[in-house]
């Protein structure tokens, strides 16, 4: 098990290496000329050049390597063009309210996602499960930008319910003002006790979680659906239903159990993938997370700011995929020996 | 972790006919799809306007509803949206093929080599691929496609990066399969070339997981090229892209609603349809896969 | 480990239902004022020069202010002005009892100051005082200007940028600069910076200052608050809930469907900002006065004012209406494909030769000019003209035109052109008068009988309007011959606000500045 562990750990850290060496040849190499494109295009010639040496551009490729991979290690990420901050102290900023949303999202997607895989397994190859197999594929199949526009469309235009900007009414921090500890509003109003700001949050929640839930419920649907007929078609379970017990109760007896188990490896590495939808979804709902600040980093050609959520997001998807392998692998002893 | 059993060519493509008729989802995506194709090969004569798909504008028609004349209405030049639409598929489609194609290029070769020779070949290559895959794909094509120029040519580059390596897992786990079996053994300790051996026995294995997992990921890429062109690092004005026609719409959206609606679906459609596809095909030649994107 | 997730799933399930309902109402005292890029560009009250005048007419104070209703000038800091026969000596009383924010006094010593600092660091539009000699405050209530050649001093002291009196006291003199840009204020204004969050959509927060010298007596709004929204549906969404009392722009579209809405009130003016293309007459192709020539001949200027329905009317020569200088009788390029092809081929350009790559940039964020850099896109390409057409946040456009790198540049530069104080002057002086290095001249321009004519506009205005008025036609006519920009349209201002809104009056000379102040509040 430890030896298990031990090397799933370096295995992940080899990963992350890899990882800050791809994003350094983005920043670096890629770009024609590497100084200009992290200063912006306002720099002066003092500046560039002072970018130039601060880059390392000066020093040889492994050397620049090693400098950026200490900068990292550091805290060292950059400094926006766009905000003039340390990169670092933004994505610290605007990373509550993306994990705000993504945590709703993905709430929303198991509390549907679950009832409707098993649904869809349970009526296998009848309308139910037609039906369902189809929404977790449009699921998937969705533009989240352009659910997001047609949900604004249907709930605000035309049926005037459900805010459609920002965390909360910001006239709110006049009546009742919210102390941020977290910056997710709805838990710094849980943690206060601030019902009109928890309301408010809640509602302009809603909408953009729920568009942001469209992939993972889609993913989800169809993983707890292929499991749980995985698990029925299985040696042990034939035997069961063949001494005559009824189908409803093979099914919730042996059918459900191990098909939730997938699921939260499933959800964890949603996770960061829908922390990347969010950058299409946040601009149109105003909402002041990680994608918002991607979008407004592309239209001010903020190379230092695109790296670092770059980065940010892709260790967060290696370090839950490692998480989720080592929980695994305690559940499972199979995994271990394999 | 990609094993698909080897039918005979035969018994698969009866079990694809009889899964048409059986699978309904599959049915109509394998349709849709065809029409997209259709639509984008025929589009010069399929658009009422073909004009309006370049750099035509027309400002006083500006905003149109849809009518018979516009049957999707015209946007905010005065573009007959209908042909920039069914010009779109074009776009979308031929980004999807640009994609696959340089992703199996690079990827099969690569994942074939670290499959049959294994040893460290096989570590180096797949902890390359690790790390492609730990960024999503939207992320990573993002931050390629922020440092290059915008365009459609760019945006397919940066897609095509983040592809190739699901094509070097699927290759390298077909060609391990079949790289201890005995005849592979014995051609080897008879001095057959790698390559040939490679071409002959391995390459032809993976063909079909290949195919099914191409049309799965048209949809993907669909998503991801139109994706990119909202946020403005795609394609650019006037090339009717579907991502960038609801970008440009989001101004009207609420007033003129025909100006999101219509490309927005235009991209699920699509979508939707190849990914009704390859889920299909995957369940008719692979049912145990379990995708992990 | 899953039954951890089912709790949370529930949770969810639970929560959900209550998330749907009504929208909030507007809290009342506070007035949201909904723009579409960020407010801050500057802190610096003497070298501000963009986008924050939005705030910072509310939290400073000019001498005189310019009432474009009545056109006149009318009194502010100053009680009265005086002037001498010859336009060079100006004597303005000062409004008693008035503080600044830090609390000092404001006297016509440290009005003085803050004038001198202006003039100074010269930056921004500072040139406005350029006539000034020099400045004598002889009592604590009286400023003298004698001046080098006459200028209008009282129209200049209601400028909108660059004549701000403020307390140059508030931090030591070299610390002045980083205390502003610390979100600090020093003005005598009505409200007084209360929180400000870069970036953040609600970015700017007003409150009111006390010992305001007007008095809080009346209705007044006491909060001024600056949300930044992008898109204009949304604020329009905003409006609708409530959530903001005043959206800066919408489009016509939007505008049209708060026709029926009874709480929304719509208004429409002629304004003094132009759309305007600036080329780049340094490098690139358009070096060539012929090809710029040939693509202001390319422009379907009619098309672009049709497309805007409502927003634009088409512009006779740089001056909007209701200025010196403008005259419907200058015609400005029309829209002819012909001559176009014809000036282009004289250079190798045009159908059947090179094709010409040009590089466009307008602001993000701006749906007029998205629309505009799509029509100029597709009139140039019947001309062999490729565009490409880049929106940028203005600070990354701006940048970018400014680069020393001059292969950096863009090639044609959309934005708005408005006046510093209700002259055309600021056309001239800023857009293309010769510049060192490019701050306003993003044509990069540079004509030295150009810039003799328009050094002669300040004090012909002030002792023979006739004169400089017969100057500035001459100059656009000049100007329309260099062609080193088009205008493409005067721009009419089109506000939509909460019924609940009321005193509201559009100043064109303070472009897109609500005075909060003046406003009250429904109750």
Redesign the interface.
């Known amino acids: 098990m430890t030896l298990y562990v031990a090397k799933r750990l370096a295995l992940g850290l080899l990963v992350v290496v890899g990882v800050l060496i791809l994003t350094f040849v983005i920043a670096r190499v890629v770009p024609g000329d590497p100084a200009a494109s992290w200063v912006g295009p306002h720099a002066t010639p003092q500046e560039l050049a002072k970018a130039h040496h601060d880059l390392g551009l000066d020093k040889s490729v492994p050397r620049q390597v090693v400098d950026y991979l200490h900068g990292i290690v550091v805290g060292d990420w950059g400094v926006s063009i766009h905000t003039k901050h340390s990169v670092l102290s933004d994505l610290a900023s605007r990373a509550p309210a993306s994990v705000e949303l993504v945590v709703a999202a993905l709430l929303i997607a198991l509390a549907l996602g679950i009832p409707l895989g098993l649904a869809s397994a349970r009526w296998r190859g009848r309308a139910p499960d037609l039906l369902v197999r189809f929404a977790a594929v449009a699921g998937v199949s969705m533009p989240v930008f352009w659910l997001a526009l047609i949900l604004q469309l249907i709930f605000f235009q035309k049926l005037g319910i459900l805010p459609v900007a920002g965390q909360y009414d910001p006239n709110l921090d006049y009546t009742s003002p919210l102390a941020a500890h977290t910056h997710m509003a709805v838990v710094d109003a849980l943690v206060e006790g601030n019902w009109p700001v928890l309301w408010s949050a809640l509602q302009h929640l809603v909408l953009p979680a729920v568009v942001v839930a469209a992939y993972p419920l889609g993913v989800i649907a169809r993983m707890v659906r292929a499991s749980v007929l995985e698990t029925l078609g299985e040696e042990h379970v034939r035997m069961v239903r063949a001494l005559g017990f009824p189908e409803r109760a093979v099914f919730w007896r042996f059918g459900l159990k191990p098909a939730l188990n997938p699921i939260v490896a499933i959800t964890a590495l949603v996770f960061a993938y829908s922390l990347a939808n969010t950058f299409l979804v946040e601009a149109i709902f105003d909402w002041p997370g990680l994608g918002s600040y991607v979008a407004a980093s592309t239209q001010s050609l903020d190379t230092p700011a695109i790296i670092g959520v770059t980065l940010l997001i892709a260790i967060v998807y290696v370090v839950s995929n490692l998480i989720v392998d080592i929980v695994q692998a305690f559940l499972d002893p199979r995994i271990r020996l394999s | 972790m990609t094993e698909v059993a080897a039918l005979p060519l035969v018994a698969r493509r009866r079990a694809l006919t009889r899964a048409l008729r059986r699978n309904p989802l599959l049915l109509s995506g394998a349709l849709i799809a065809f029409l997209l194709v259709v639509v984008a090969v025929f589009a010069p004569l399929i658009a009422p306007h073909p004009a309006d798909a370049g750099t035509a504008t027309n400002p006083i028609e500006s905003l149109l509803p849809p009518s018979w004349h516009h049957l999707f209405g015209t946007d905010a030049v005065g573009r007959d949206l209908l042909s920039r639409v069914v010009f779109g598929a074009r776009i979308s489609l031929r980004i999807a093929g640009l994609v696959l194609a340089s992703s199996i290029l690079i990827g099969v070769p690569l994942g074939l080599a670290a499959g049959y020779f294994g040893g460290w070949i096989d570590s180096v290559i797949m902890r390359v691929t690790d790390v492609f895959l730990a960024f999503p794909a939207l992320l990573l094509s993002l931050a390629l496609a922020a440092v290059l120029t915008p365009s459609v040519g760019n945006a397919t580059i940066a897609i095509a990066v983040t592809w190739w390596p699901w094509y070097a897992r699927l290759a390298r786990g077909q060609a391990a399969s079949v790289a201890g079996r005995p005849f592979i053994e014995g051609a080897r300790a008879l001095g057959v070339p790698p390559v040939r051996t490679l071409l002959r026995h391995v390459l032809p294995n993976s063909i079909t997981p290949v195919i099914v997992q191409a049309s799965l990921d048209v949809g993907g890429i669909i998503l991801t090229a139109a994706a990119l062109s909202f946020l403005g690092l795609g394609a650019q004005d006037p090339t009717p892209e579907w991502g960038l026609m609801v970008s440009q719409g989001q101004s009207y959206f609420t007033t003129q609603w025909w100006l999101v609606t219509f490309p927005g679906a235009a991209i699920l459609v699509a979508a939707l349809a190849f990914n009704l596809l390859g889920d299909g095909l995957r369940e008719v030649l692979d049912p145990r896969r379990i995708e992990r994107r | ?2 039954r951890l ?2 709790v ?6 639970v ?2 239902p ?7 109402a ?2 009342t005292g ?1 007035f ?1 004022y909904g723009t579409y890029t960020d407010v801050m560009v500057g802190w610096d009250p003497s070298t501000s020069y963009s986008n924050e005048i939005l705030a910072m007419q509310n939290m400073y104070e000019t001498l005189t202010r310019y009432d474009s209703r009545a056109k006149k000038i009318k009194p502010l800091l100053a009680t009265s002005v005086a002037k001498s026969k010859d336009g060079k000596t100006w004597t303005f009383t000062l409004r008693k009892g008035v503080t600044f924010h830090t609390g000092r006094p404001m006297t016509a010593q440290a009005a003085k100051a803050a004038i001198a600092r202006t003039m100074k660091l010269h930056q921004g539009a500072a040139y406005i005082w350029d006539a000034v000699k020099s400045i004598a405050t002889p009592n604590p209530s009286t400023l003298v200007f004698h001046l080098k050649y006459p200028a209008p001093l009282d129209l200049i002291s209601s400028a909108d940028y660059a004549a701000y009196i403020y307390d140059t006291k508030a931090a030591p003199a070299k610390q002045l600069p980083k205390w502003f840009s610390a979100a600090h204020d020093a003005g005598t204004g009505p409200y007084t910076i209360d929180k400000y969050a ?5 970015e700017v ?1 007003l409150k009111s200052y006390p010992k305001y010298w007007g008095g809080w007596n009346g209705g007044h709004y006491t ?1 001024v ?1 600056y ?1 930044v ?6 604020s ?3 409006l609708r ?1 409530g ?1 903001i009392s005043f959206a800066e722009r919408l ?1 016509p ?2 505008r ?2 708060f026709k029926s809405d009874k709480n929304v009130t719509v208004t429409s003016q002629t304004s003094f900002q132009n759309l305007l293309a600036m080329m780049n007459t340094a490098s690139g192709p358009l070096a060539d006065k012929t090809v710029r020539r040939a693509i202001a001949y390319g422009l ?1 200027y009619q ?2 004012v ?2 805007l ?1 409502g927003g634009g009317t088409l512009s006779h020569g740089v001056i909007p209406p209701g200025l010196l200088g403008h005259s419907d009788s200058i015609t400005g390029y029309p829209h002819d494909p012909k001559k176009a092809t014809a000036l282009l081929k004289s250079k190798g350009f045009g159908p059947g030769g090179k094709k010409l790559n040009l590089t466009l940039t307008y602001t ?1 964020g701006d ?1 007029d000019q ?2 505009v ?3 100029i ?3 140039l ?2 001309l062999n003209i490729n565009v ?6 203005w ?2 456009q ?3 035109a ?4 001059k292969s ?1 540049r863009q090639d044609i530069l959309v934005f708005y052109w408005w006046p510093d104080y209700a002259d055309p002057y600021s056309w001239f002086i800023n857009l293309y008068h010769t510049e060192k290095t490019p701050y306003f001249n993003l044509s990069y321009f540079s004509n030295p009988r150009i810039d003799k004519m328009i050094d002669k506009a300040p004090s012909l205005t002030a002792t023979n309007r006739a004169k400089a008025d017969a100057l500035y036609q001459t100059l656009q006519k000049q100007l329309l011959q260099d062609a080193p920009s088009v205008p493409l349209y005067d721009q009419a201002y089109q506000r939509t606000m909460l019924k609940s809104v009321g005193g509201f009056v559009e100043n064109p000379a303070y472009p897109n500045v609500v005075f909060a102040y003046d406003l009250h509040p429904a109750a």
């Open positions: 480990m899953h997730v089912l949370a799933a529930a949770a969810a399930v929560l959900t209550f998330a749907l309902g009504a929208t909030s507007a809290t506070t949201t870069k970036g953040q959509e609600v927060r909060r608050v949300r929204i992008p898109q204009a549906t949304t329009a969404q905003l809930a959530e489009t579209q939007l049209d469907s379907d098309g672009i049709a497309s329905h993000q749906t998205q629309l850099a799509t029509l896109k597709s009139n390409a019947g490409d057409a880049r929106p940028l946040a600070p990354t701006w940048d970018k400014k680069s020393a790198d950096k």
